[in-house]
């Protein structure tokens, strides 16, 4: 079983910035993809960020320029530096794993086997 650990959220001023961590363990599926999803009250889980297995980075329209994603995989982690944020982008973020997590068209989509974080608070004040 996949286990992915999230780490780095917490309380900003509008502007400021976060870098959030995900840790993962268990089998390592080599073809598999990353990604950052996030939930706000009352809403839909989205995703936002996603990693192909070969490093390929997308990103939906809303966060294009402001937020990356990174991975290293010799520790296995995946990071989000997030810019600029904005009271909008309050929410509980998730890390996912899964056979495929990309963003095409200004959206992000996932396959159906996908692993998940318990999740990161993310808290933008203005």
């Known amino acids: 079983q996949v286990q992915l650990v999230e780490s780095g959220g917490g309380s900003v001023q509008a502007g400021g910035s976060l870098r959030l961590s995900c840790t993962a363990s268990?089998?390592?599926?080599?073809?598999?993809?990353m990604g950052w999803f996030r939930q706000a009250p009352g809403k839909d889980r989205e995703g936002f960020a996603a990693?192909?297995?070969?490093?390929?980075?997308s990103y939906a329209d809303s966060v294009k320029g402001r937020f990356t994603i990174t991975k290293d995989n010799a520790k296995n982690k995946l990071s989000l530096q997030m810019d600029g944020l904005e009271p909008e982008h309050t929410a509980m973020y998730y890390c996912?794993?899964?056979?495929?997590?990309?963003?095409?068209?200004?959206?992000?989509?996932?396959?159906?086997?996908?692993?998940w974080g318990e999740g990161t608070q993310v808290t933008v004040s203005s």
């Open positions: 996912a794993e899964g056979r495929r997590i990309y963003c095409a068209g200004g959206f992000c989509y996932r396959s159906e086997e996908t692993y």
């Open positions: 268990g089998p390592m599926y080599s073809t598999y993809s």
């Open positions: 990693i192909d297995s070969d490093g390929t980075v």
